[in-house]
């Protein structure tokens, strides 16, 4: 259900203590699970998540860069390049452009 929700609402400031809420735990008991789960921390899965939609919405879209990001959840132009260079080894443009 964590995982529905996430992806239902991949565009939202999705929090942890706002997930944990929803799990009826405290922050701490639903980061442990979630890492447990997962094997990754809950920002992490969450950025891991959104970029791979991203990548995907670059090869299949003609939407601009700063579309997708906000799409994704990133309100941040300068943090989604950032963070899609590090996971890729290539902006987005290059990305696409490939």
């Avoid at 601009?64 to 799409?71: C, N």
């Avoid at 943090?79 to 987005?92: C, I, Q, S």
């Amino acid at each position: 259900m964590v995982l529905h929700k996430i992806e239902k609402n991949i565009d939202e400031n999705l929090t942890v203590g706002e997930m944990a809420k929803f799990c009826g735990w405290s922050d701490s008991h639903f980061m442990r699970w979630f890492k447990k789960m997962t094997g990754q921390g809950f920002t992490a899965y969450l950025n891991d998540h959104r970029l791979n939609l991203a990548a995907e919405l670059l090869r299949i879209t003609d939407a601009t860069v700063l579309d997708i990001a906000g799409r994704v959840g990133f309100d941040n132009l300068s943090y989604f390049n950032r963070l899609f260079k590090r996971r890729y080894g290539m902006t987005p443009r290059e990305y696409r452009s490939k």
